[in-house]
Protein backbone atom coordinates (compact mmCIF):
# COMPACT_ATOMS: atom_id res chain seq x y z
CA UNK A 1 0.00 0.00 0.00
CA UNK A 2 0.43 3.87 -0.37
CA UNK A 3 3.84 4.80 2.38
CA UNK A 4 5.54 7.95 2.84
CA UNK A 5 8.64 7.54 5.02
CA UNK A 6 9.74 10.64 7.01
CA UNK A 7 12.97 11.20 8.40
CA UNK A 8 14.62 12.10 10.45
CA UNK A 9 11.98 11.33 13.55
CA UNK A 10 13.66 13.59 15.89
CA UNK A 11 16.30 16.57 15.61
CA UNK A 12 17.67 19.23 18.00
CA UNK A 13 19.60 21.94 16.73
CA UNK A 14 20.76 25.04 18.46
CA UNK A 15 19.17 28.45 17.44
CA UNK A 16 20.73 29.93 14.20
CA UNK A 17 21.34 26.38 12.79
CA UNK A 18 19.92 24.73 9.67
CA UNK A 19 17.49 22.29 9.80
CA UNK A 20 16.14 19.75 7.04
CA UNK A 21 13.73 17.06 7.50
CA UNK A 22 12.91 14.50 3.94
CA UNK A 23 9.90 12.89 3.00
CA UNK A 24 10.13 9.31 0.61
CA UNK A 25 7.19 7.52 -1.13
CA UNK A 26 7.37 4.15 -2.63
CA UNK A 27 4.89 5.28 -5.42
CA UNK A 28 4.49 9.00 -7.77
CA UNK A 29 2.54 11.09 -5.07
CA UNK A 30 0.03 13.68 -7.28
CA UNK A 31 1.08 16.28 -4.82
CA UNK A 32 2.53 16.75 -1.59
CA UNK A 33 1.80 18.89 1.37
CA UNK A 34 3.67 20.36 4.15
CA UNK A 35 1.86 20.96 7.59
CA UNK A 36 3.19 22.07 10.85
CA UNK A 37 2.08 20.96 14.46
CA UNK A 38 3.26 23.03 17.57
CA UNK A 39 3.25 21.46 20.51
CA UNK A 40 -0.32 20.65 22.49
CA UNK A 41 -1.92 22.56 19.28
CA UNK A 42 -3.12 20.81 16.14
CA UNK A 43 -1.74 20.31 12.15
CA UNK A 44 -1.26 23.75 10.25
CA UNK A 45 -1.00 23.91 6.41
CA UNK A 46 1.93 25.19 5.52
CA UNK A 47 2.25 24.43 1.86
CA UNK A 48 1.57 22.34 -1.35
CA UNK A 49 3.70 21.22 -4.02
CA UNK A 50 2.44 20.07 -7.41
CA UNK A 51 4.70 19.96 -10.45
CA UNK A 52 7.94 18.03 -10.56
CA UNK A 53 11.03 19.72 -9.03
CA UNK A 54 9.01 22.27 -7.80
CA UNK A 55 10.43 24.97 -5.27
CA UNK A 56 8.96 27.08 -3.33
CA UNK A 57 9.96 29.24 -0.44
CA UNK A 58 8.14 30.87 2.74
CA UNK A 59 10.68 33.04 4.50
CA UNK A 60 13.37 31.28 6.20
CA UNK A 61 11.30 27.32 4.85
CA UNK A 62 12.22 25.96 1.52
CA UNK A 63 10.55 23.16 -0.17
CA UNK A 64 11.24 20.81 -2.45
CA UNK A 65 9.36 18.31 -4.69
CA UNK A 66 11.96 15.75 -6.33
CA UNK A 67 11.98 15.22 -10.23
CA UNK A 68 10.63 11.91 -9.73
CA UNK A 69 7.83 13.11 -7.72
CA UNK A 70 8.53 10.97 -4.94
CA UNK A 71 10.50 12.89 -2.60
CA UNK A 72 9.94 16.45 -0.89
CA UNK A 73 12.60 18.01 1.60
CA UNK A 74 11.73 20.94 3.80
CA UNK A 75 14.76 22.90 4.61
CA UNK A 76 14.87 25.65 7.47
CA UNK A 77 17.85 28.18 7.56
CA UNK A 78 18.64 29.86 11.16
CA UNK A 79 16.06 28.19 12.88
CA UNK A 80 14.44 29.91 15.31
CA UNK A 81 12.33 28.77 19.01
CA UNK A 82 9.45 29.70 17.06
CA UNK A 83 10.09 27.16 14.98
CA UNK A 84 9.78 24.64 17.37
CA UNK A 85 6.90 21.40 16.58
CA UNK A 86 6.49 18.49 14.08
CA UNK A 87 6.78 18.57 10.74
CA UNK A 88 4.69 16.55 9.12
CA UNK A 89 4.66 15.56 4.75
CA UNK A 90 1.34 14.49 3.36
CA UNK A 91 1.33 13.13 -0.08
CA UNK A 92 -1.47 11.83 -1.84
CA UNK A 93 -1.12 8.95 -4.51
CA UNK A 94 -1.79 8.73 -8.25
CA UNK A 95 -5.06 6.71 -8.88
CA UNK A 96 -5.50 6.76 -5.13
CA UNK A 97 -9.14 7.08 -3.56
CA UNK A 98 -9.34 10.34 -3.23
CA UNK A 99 -9.37 12.46 -0.26
CA UNK A 100 -6.66 10.09 1.15
CA UNK A 101 -3.70 12.30 2.25
CA UNK A 102 -0.97 9.49 3.21
CA UNK A 103 1.00 11.43 6.50
CA UNK A 104 4.62 10.76 7.61
CA UNK A 105 5.69 10.00 10.39
CA UNK A 106 6.64 13.49 11.34
CA UNK A 107 10.03 15.18 12.56
CA UNK A 108 9.74 16.58 16.38
CA UNK A 109 12.27 19.82 15.99
CA UNK A 110 13.40 21.14 19.23
CA UNK A 111 15.48 24.08 18.87
CA UNK A 112 17.65 24.94 21.60
CA UNK A 113 18.03 29.07 22.31
CA UNK B 1 -14.87 31.98 14.45
CA UNK B 2 -13.06 28.72 14.74
CA UNK B 3 -13.05 27.23 11.08
CA UNK B 4 -13.27 23.58 12.08
CA UNK B 5 -14.42 23.23 16.10
CA UNK B 6 -14.88 20.27 17.97
CA UNK B 7 -15.82 19.33 20.85
CA UNK B 8 -14.79 18.17 23.63
CA UNK B 9 -11.21 19.30 23.90
CA UNK B 10 -10.59 16.69 26.43
CA UNK B 11 -12.43 13.28 27.37
CA UNK B 12 -11.45 10.85 30.18
CA UNK B 13 -13.77 7.53 30.32
CA UNK B 14 -13.38 4.18 31.75
CA UNK B 15 -13.29 1.17 29.58
CA UNK B 16 -16.73 0.24 28.24
CA UNK B 17 -18.56 3.36 28.08
CA UNK B 18 -20.06 4.60 24.67
CA UNK B 19 -18.79 8.43 23.74
CA UNK B 20 -19.02 10.71 21.06
CA UNK B 21 -16.91 13.42 19.73
CA UNK B 22 -18.66 16.59 17.53
CA UNK B 23 -17.13 18.30 14.60
CA UNK B 24 -18.39 21.33 12.80
CA UNK B 25 -16.49 23.62 9.87
CA UNK B 26 -18.19 26.78 9.02
CA UNK B 27 -15.80 26.97 5.72
CA UNK B 28 -18.80 25.94 3.10
CA UNK B 29 -15.75 22.49 2.52
CA UNK B 30 -17.15 19.54 0.82
CA UNK B 31 -15.20 17.49 2.34
CA UNK B 32 -14.50 16.41 5.84
CA UNK B 33 -12.31 13.90 7.81
CA UNK B 34 -11.74 12.30 11.08
CA UNK B 35 -7.59 11.42 11.71
CA UNK B 36 -6.81 9.68 14.82
CA UNK B 37 -3.09 11.05 16.04
CA UNK B 38 -1.33 8.08 18.48
CA UNK B 39 1.29 8.86 21.31
CA UNK B 40 4.26 8.66 18.86
CA UNK B 41 2.49 11.35 17.03
CA UNK B 42 1.23 9.47 13.99
CA UNK B 43 -1.58 10.51 11.81
CA UNK B 44 -3.42 7.92 10.20
CA UNK B 45 -7.10 8.86 8.59
CA UNK B 46 -9.94 6.78 9.55
CA UNK B 47 -12.70 7.88 7.56
CA UNK B 48 -13.63 10.96 5.07
CA UNK B 49 -16.91 12.08 3.99
CA UNK B 50 -17.78 13.62 0.71
CA UNK B 51 -21.23 15.97 0.68
CA UNK B 52 -22.13 13.68 3.41
CA UNK B 53 -21.54 10.43 1.72
CA UNK B 54 -18.70 8.04 2.82
CA UNK B 55 -15.55 8.14 0.68
CA UNK B 56 -13.12 6.75 2.66
CA UNK B 57 -13.25 4.10 5.65
CA UNK B 58 -9.85 2.76 6.71
CA UNK B 59 -9.78 -0.30 8.70
CA UNK B 60 -10.91 0.86 11.89
CA UNK B 61 -13.08 -1.29 14.59
CA UNK B 62 -16.77 -1.26 13.67
CA UNK B 63 -17.01 0.41 17.00
CA UNK B 64 -15.95 3.41 15.45
CA UNK B 65 -19.21 4.97 13.82
CA UNK B 66 -19.34 7.95 11.76
CA UNK B 67 -22.29 10.16 11.05
CA UNK B 68 -22.35 13.07 8.78
CA UNK B 69 -26.04 14.52 9.04
CA UNK B 70 -24.98 17.63 6.64
CA UNK B 71 -21.76 18.98 4.97
CA UNK B 72 -21.13 21.20 7.92
CA UNK B 73 -20.98 18.40 10.18
CA UNK B 74 -18.88 15.23 11.06
CA UNK B 75 -19.63 13.20 14.31
CA UNK B 76 -17.34 10.39 15.62
CA UNK B 77 -18.84 7.47 17.87
CA UNK B 78 -17.48 5.18 19.59
CA UNK B 79 -19.15 2.24 21.36
CA UNK B 80 -17.00 -0.22 24.16
CA UNK B 81 -14.41 1.80 24.35
CA UNK B 82 -11.03 0.19 24.91
CA UNK B 83 -7.38 0.94 26.97
CA UNK B 84 -5.68 1.52 23.10
CA UNK B 85 -8.52 3.89 21.59
CA UNK B 86 -6.67 6.53 23.71
CA UNK B 87 -5.66 9.00 21.35
CA UNK B 88 -5.86 12.57 19.73
CA UNK B 89 -8.82 12.65 17.68
CA UNK B 90 -8.48 14.88 14.91
CA UNK B 91 -10.97 16.21 12.54
CA UNK B 92 -10.51 18.21 9.50
CA UNK B 93 -11.98 19.58 6.47
CA UNK B 94 -11.38 20.45 2.71
CA UNK B 95 -12.89 22.25 -0.23
CA UNK B 96 -12.91 19.22 -2.32
CA UNK B 97 -11.70 15.64 -2.11
CA UNK B 98 -8.52 16.47 -5.17
CA UNK B 99 -5.77 18.23 -4.13
CA UNK B 100 -6.49 20.63 -1.77
CA UNK B 101 -5.35 21.72 1.85
CA UNK B 102 -6.87 20.31 5.09
CA UNK B 103 -7.88 22.64 7.62
CA UNK B 104 -8.30 20.26 11.23
CA UNK B 105 -9.68 21.08 14.51
CA UNK B 106 -8.22 21.27 17.94
CA UNK B 107 -7.93 18.04 18.26
CA UNK B 108 -9.97 15.70 21.54
CA UNK B 109 -7.95 13.96 23.55
CA UNK B 110 -9.34 11.02 24.29
CA UNK B 111 -8.37 8.95 28.02
CA UNK B 112 -9.62 5.75 28.73
CA UNK B 113 -9.09 4.17 32.05
Known amino acids: GQQVMQIPQYQHVQEGEDFTTYCNSS?????IQWYKQRPGGHPVFLIQ?????EVKKQKRLTFQFGEAKKNSSLHITATQTTDVGTYFC?????????????FGRGTQLTVWP | DTAVSQTPKYLVTQMGNDKSIKCEQN?????MYWYKQDSKKFLKIMFSYNNKELIINETVPNRFSPKSPDKAHLNLHINSLELGDSAVYFC????????????FGQGTRLTVV
Open chain 2, 27 to 31: LGHDT
Open chain 1, 49 to 53: LVKSG
Open chain 1, 90 to 102: AGKGRGSTLGRLY
Open chain 1, 27 to 31: TTLSN
Open chain 2, 92 to 103: ASSQFLENTEAF
